[in-house]
């Protein structure tokens, strides 16, 4: 039986972060690098991704970057070909790339936020990152797990995969209505679907898959919208960029060995009421 620290020592262990450079996805790359583990950081943005990288060899940790489109079967496949030709193996996958758009000064007015506006287009990008690149990045990483005998999947969720956006809170007083877009919601769960489906079909073959669901997480959100989303959780507050690596670390490591198929919701209290 190992010991409590133990069961989190990511030493000898490979990941690969799929939208590594985001803003919890290079959290996720650092917070596995300090556990041991050699870390790919994918992402379609290369430079941003060498820079995670870069990072993580100031932690004595060898990490790669590379240039990946998840929702691209090839580029994929690459990607999972580099970890195990480079890295020698992989153990770790965080399904972390997504599309989430915000509608602040940089999306406002490019399209609509209204379903019955929505641009068939922009649903259909959300669906091919969101969703066909968990599935696509889940299905390559999968052949070399197998035949290593084990393996982990994390799949980063929301808690709006949970249950729809409370779209008031997007709202802003004197300007025209916004929303959360209907994508997110449906994609994130999907995700969840994608890690149930995962973790029963993979049961008996070593490779744990769960979900992990974070609430709201501060972006230089503007005043009005903090507010209105802290209102509505119980710790009254949006998280901060790093309060989910602890529950990533938890989710990729032996502490969780008994856990495939869960979801575990980090919100602040957001679906407690």
């Not at 556990?35 to 790919?40: E, F, N, Q």
């Not at 490019?110 to 696509?136: C, D, I, M, Q």
Request: hydrophobic share 40%; glycine share 10%; charged share 20%.
């Amino acid at each position: 039986m190992s010991t409590l620290a133990s069961s989190f020592d990511l030493t000898g262990r490979v990941a690969v972060v799929t939208g590594g450079a985001g803003l919890l996805g290079r959290q996720f790359c650092r917070t596995l690098a300090e556990a041991g583990a050699t870390v790919l950081v994918a992402d379609l943005n290369l430079k941003a991704a060498e820079k995670v990288a870069a990072e993580l060899a100031n932690l004595n940790n060898k990490g790669i970057a590379h240039q990946a489109d998840v929702g691209d079967a090839n580029s994929v496949d690459a990607m999972v070909s580099t970890a195990v030709k480079n890295l020698g193996k992989l153990d770790i996958l965080v399904n972390s790339a997504a599309l989430d758009p915000k509608f602040d000064k940089n999306a406002a007015g490019k399209h609509s936020s209204a379903f019955e506006e929505y641009p068939l287009e922009v649903w259909e990008a959300a669906l091919r990152v969101n969703l066909t690149g968990a599935f696509l990045c889940s299905q390559a990483a999968v052949k070399p797990m197998l035949k290593q005998g084990n393996g982990v999947i994390v799949n980063i969720c929301s808690t709006y995969g949970l249950g729809g956006p409370d779209q008031r809170i997007y709202q802003k007083q004197g300007q025209p209505a916004q929303y959360k877009p209907v994508d997110y919601t449906v994609t994130k769960a999907g995700i969840l679907g994608l890690t149930k489906y995962l973790a029963t079909y993979y049961g008996n073959k070593n490779i744990r898959v769960n979900a992990l669901s974070p609430g709201g997480v501060f972006n230089d959100h503007e005043d009005e919208f903090v507010q209105a989303y802290s209102s509505r959780t119980v710790l009254g507050r949006m998280a901060r960029s790093d309060e989910m690596n602890g529950a990533l670390l938890f989710l990729a490591s032996d502490a969780s060995s008994y856990m495939t198929g869960a979801n575990l919701i980090v919100d602040g209290g957001w679906t407690a009421w």
